[in-house]
Nanobody
Framework: QVQLVESGGGLVQAGGSLRLSCAAS????????VGWFRQAPGKEREFVGY????????YIADPMRGRFSITKDNAKNSVYLQMNSLKPEDTAVYYC?????????????????WGQGTQVTVSS
């Protein structure tokens, strides 16, 4: 069983930065992947990016590329989402998700384990 806990959300002004953390407990093996997703009120869940536990660098979806980045600390069983140059449209609940080799990283349906989410609010 795997548990994920996100933290680091909050209220920030446009142009500011936040770093979200996703701490995993339980059995995480090297072939696992961790994805980040977000959901704004009234909108569908949106893929933000992913990183493989054994990989060196993360992948960020096109709309956020250049502003967001994903890193990990295997020793701490944690994955981080660094968000810079935040915009009001980045306001959403951000979730991390994990599973063994999801068939499609951008598809949230491929992840069995989800955190509770952390709210990010960007004011204009």
């Amino acid at each position: 069983q795997v548990q994920l806990v996100e933290s680091g959300g909050g209220l920030v002004q446009a142009g500011g930065s936040l770093r979200l953390s996703c701490a995993a407990s339980g059995q995480i093996i090297s072939s696992w992947a961790v994805g980040w997703f977000r959901q704004a009120p009234g909108k569908e869940r949106e893929f933000v990016g992913y990183i493989r536990w054994i990989g060196e660098s993360g992948y960020i979806a096109d709309p956020m590329r250049g502003r967001f980045s994903i890193t990990k600390d295997n020793a701490k069983n944690s994955v981080y989402l660094q968000m810079n140059s935040l915009k009001p449209e980045d306001t959403a609940v951000y979730y991390c998700a994990a599973d063994f080799n999801p068939p499609f990283y951008h598809d949230g349906g491929g992840y069995r384990y989800w955190g509770q989410g952390t709210q990010v609010t960007v004011s204009s």
